[in-house]
């Protein structure tokens, strides 16, 4: 019970770490070949539900952390404390950077179906 904001923390940094992985493999930005840059689709449900289940676990981090707080000595909550808004200003960088990452391969996707489809009319 003492770790459970670690815990949630945890899982909310492999959803996230699932995100970015997506769209950085799906995108097409991890690869030289123009042919797979063409191929690039659009984001999919699982990621976005992932990217939202993100939030919802980095939003429940401090919930977890008021259920163990009471039962915590005055020094160790106090180093909970520190550690504790140190780690929330990460899970919010990291998800200014799962958004940026959706965005960008958001439009990288719709260049390519742009790209697809004019290449189909000017044959």
Known sequence: MLLLPVAVAAAA????AAVCVSCLHG????????????RVMPVGWRTAWLHVLYLLLGFAVLPAYAIV????????????????WIALAGLAVFA???VVLL???????????MDRRLRSHTR
């Open 69 to 84: 707080e009471p039962g915590l000595a005055a020094p160790i909550a106090a180093e909970w404390e520190r550690w504790g």
């Open 103 to 113: 965005y960008r391969r958001a439009v990288h996707a719709m260049r390519a179906e």
């Open 13 to 16: 940094a492999l959803c996230g």
């Open 27 to 38: 995108g097409g930005f991890l690869t030289k070949d123009s042919s797979a840059r063409r």
């Open 96 to 98: 200014a950077v799962q």
